[in-house]
């Protein structure tokens, strides 16, 4: 077990992993590193036990403080540092971390611990004033809208405290505390309660993660990718997220922040930047990456920092894909013997086929199309809606029965419930890293990003359809053609796969069989699968109606039907599978 510095904490050692229930995703994987003796900061965790106490009391669990303390000792000796103190001040990164990846739906805090006297001790130490002050700017705009939960614009980078604290006092919000043990009390309490944020719960809704998890909090020394040209920040896929080729894949700033990144405030540079500035460091980080992947089974996503010319690495998890890149990923590490095809069929699910076998641009429909924007593609296929600029907006509109198009600046964790609605989302800056692109691919929505500031005018309430692929926007609703599975080779393995494992027959509705199929079309509540139980109560199969739904699939298979009848027989395939892990009380997730 990691040290315990009590019975609410664990300081992240090299000697062994803890659950990630108990630590959280985030911790899980900086033990991991540690445990590899990969370059990792220093840190340590809050359990997912003193949120759940936390969330119920309301407040800090009796010991919590003092063990906190102790983690910041800890942190101390390990760095060299003193916590908020010279001459060579400690900051600290306070993160969210479910054991569940929830990319960018909880609170982070970042360059906790600054004050002015510390950053007159970092600009002494390292020589440069600008680097001091972007700092501690940083830190308040952070702490001012993640703690303070203040709606403000963006800090002058060329002011100071007096003027961002009269900035913070105009916006209504109160006061930083003025001790770094204060501040790191009030972010941590802030990590806490963003569990039940709105953006986590609709997250948590959409993909089926249970409410009463809770998040720990990983607290881990800061490495500056902001300290100077040999400095920077970025994110690397073991392999490519967007189309499952097997090459890595990632995006790097100079000078900036990981926040600069994953944001989108900032259109970063691919990888072949680094490699062009440090060769010897991106060889590194691209090992560093094929060895988590060898380690975990599965594409690696991979969040670092170089500062002044060393390599850390800050956070590795499973990657969220584009349903293309899921099914690549799956078939391929079978044949390369990584996994087996059980495996496979766990990470496919029936809700990316379906956006596979979407409908998708006709042959030359884009030709004949007028091009209202472009950027790079962050999650492929196709989406056709009214241009909506707002994501509250973007909810309604759907719920109304209205097919939109989101389009943002950026889009923030706040954003969430709109791309749940809208079928594209588009932006006008961040890459293929950012907050928008890597939730887009976890929902499989189309997304384009970094299409410019131009696209946020003149297109509110137009008629467009995305095609994510190409990164490109077409006026108007372009003609569209739907795709058959069995066109695709990859979809054919992964069928033999799920037809081997599935626990009943799926027909499509052109190899109906000769057995007698009730038709849940015909019958009145037949589109709900809470109905399915007593209309399927002695048939042998059944076709239409639920069945187009995994809790219609789900249904068929607790009834023991022998077969069913869909119009692409993959997606019901993947469900039955998946009903039948549930069945044996494994998780399918």
Sequence with gaps: MARSLGRWTLYLDDTAVPERSLIGGKAWSIARMRGMGLPVPPAFVITTDACRAYLAQGDLPAGLRDEIGAGIAVLERESGRRFGQGPHPLLVAVRSGAAASMPGMMDTVLNLGIDAAAKAALAAESGDVAFARDTHRRFYDMYARIVLKATLADLDKDAGPEAWRTALAAAGAGAIPATATGQLEGAVRAVFESWNGRRAKRYRQHHGIPDEAGTAVTIQAMVFGNLGRDSGSGVVFSRNPLTGAPAPYGEYLAMAQGEDVVSGKHTPDGLEALNNAMPALHDALLGAAQRLEQADRDIQDIEFTIQKGELYLLQARAAKRAPAAAVRIAVDMVREGTIVPEEALRRVNAEQIRGLLAPRLANGAAARARLVAHGESACHGVGVGQVVLDADAAE?????????????????????????????????????????????????????????????????????????????VFDGTLPVTVPDERDDPLLRQLEAWARAAAPLAVYRDSERPAAAALDLDGLPGGESPENLPQLLAGAKGAAGGALARDAGVAAAVACGLAFIVVPQALPALLAACAARRKGRGVDAA
């Design 396 to 472: 309604t509109a759907a719920a109304n029965g209205r097919d939109v198009v989101l389009i943002r600046p950026t889009t923030s964790p706040e954003d969430v419930h709109g791309k749940v609605a809208a079928r594209a989302v588009v932006t006008a800056r961040g890459g293929a890293t950012s907050h928008a692109a890597v939730v887009s691919r976890a929902l499989g929505r189309p997304c384009v990003v970094g299409c410019g500031d131009e696209v946020l005018q003149g297109l509110d309430g137009r008629q467009v359809t995305v095609e994510g692929g190409a990164g490109l």
